[in-house]
């Protein structure tokens, strides 16, 4: 069981994600991370990225939850907080899932992938 790190920033002329991770993926809006049965994802804020907030991560309605302990702020009392969620042990298959986020007082939202490898 290992941590897959998403780093989210705000691209450049829009306001819209580029997210990286741990694992070398990189692009605007969307990429896929590959993690196994147990990992824990770790999304975080990129220090002065444009990104103000994590508002929130869950499944899109159309996808499977392969999270065992849901995605939740490591710190709710701090609106910078990086989010963590474990994958469940038996989890399959791949989930689309949504990233609620703010620029100021703004909401925004957009939709990566995790994609299980057992």
Known sequence: MSTEIINISKQEGNNQLYLTDNEGHSGKDNITTNVKPGDTVTWKL????????ITGITAKPDSQD?????????????PASDWTG?????????ESYSIGYKIGDEPFMDDPILKVNN
């Open 66 to 78: 392969i999270f065992s302990v849901d995605p939740a702020p490591v710190n709710p009392n701090d």
């Open 46 to 53: 990129v220090p002065n990225g444009g990104i103000d907030q």
């Open 86 to 94: 474990t994958v469940s042990p038996d989890a399959t298959g791949t």
